[in-house]
């Protein structure tokens, strides 16, 4: 049986509407893993209802957290936020992480990781990175614009088996204080947070740059969506 992966949606809430991008279910199914969309539900109820139909947590990328989930008001570039998402998701997270499902944030998801388990977001990177990168690229989605380098001794590491690579980029927020019990897994040449990783579950990562747009492209980062679903299929095992 493939392990099933729940994947967080994209509320439109202006056209009341759920969505996601063909390249997330495309990325988790080649690699074997059978995914299946998770709307926002509000409740504790219906949201653990939802972990038990799957073996793994992926969380899509999307707008800006609110800022009030990590202590902090809306400074000047904030960008839209969703409260149905932000809702939703911090729960789901925490839920997954304990139960020690893999949990495999992209993008907001990696940020949205960080804020579950306790930590920050830097709200704007212009205003706050000193030589900031162009972190929004204007190239193709599966275009790799930047370097980042990995963390000696990370899961990160391993699975990719390098010390540096290059990656896409599209975001003006970044991951700000590591949440307790995580470490960074990677870094842009500007000091940006690109990766972090749990240092007390078996897989719980997060990154910044969107490999599932590079799912049929080379080059690719195929072997991360193959260690989650391998996580996954062990997690579905266990239970």
């Known amino acids: ?13 202006p056209e009341q509407r759920h969505r996601q991008n063909d390249t997330y279910i495309n990325a988790v199914k080649q690699a074997g893993g059978l995914p299946i969309l998770l709307p926002c539900l509000a409740g ?5 209802t939802h972990l038990d139909l799957v073996h793994g947590l992926l969380v899509a990328g999307g707008p800006d957290a609110d800022p009030v989930f990590f202590g902090e008001e809306p400074e000047e570039g904030l960008g839209n936020v969703n409260p149905c998402m932000d809702a939703y998701e911090i729960p789901i997270i925490a839920m997954a992480l304990k139960r020690d499902m893999p949990v495999f944030g992209i993008c907001r998801g990696e940020q949205m990781l960080n ?6 977001v830097i709200q704007h990177l212009p205003t706050t990175v000193r030589r900031v990168l162009k972190h929004q690229q204007s190239a193709p989605r599966s275009y790799v614009t930047h ?3 990995l963390a000696a001794g990370t899961l ?10 290059r990656v896409n980029s ?7 204080r590591v949440a307790l019990g995580f470490c960074v897994s990677a870094v ?6 690109e990766a972090i990783e749990s240092t007390e579950h078996k897989f719980a990562i997060g990154v910044q740059w969107h490999p599932e747009c590079m799912w049929d492209s080379t080059p690719n980062f195929d072997v991360l969506f193959d260690a989650f679903v391998l996580a996954c299929r062990n997690y579905e095992q266990l239970s």
């Open 156 to 165: 990160l590491s391993r699975i990719l088996g390098a010390e540096t690579t």
């Open 188 to 193: 842009a040449p500007d000091g940006v947070i």
């Open 147 to 149: 370097s980042i380098d």
């Open 1 to 13: 049986m493939k392990p099933i992966i729940g994947i967080t949606c994209f509320h439109d809430w």
């Open 115 to 120: 804020i579950a388990a306790g930590g920050s």
């Open 44 to 48: 504790e109820a219906d949201i653990g």
């Open 170 to 176: 599209f975001h003006h927020q970044a991951v700000g």
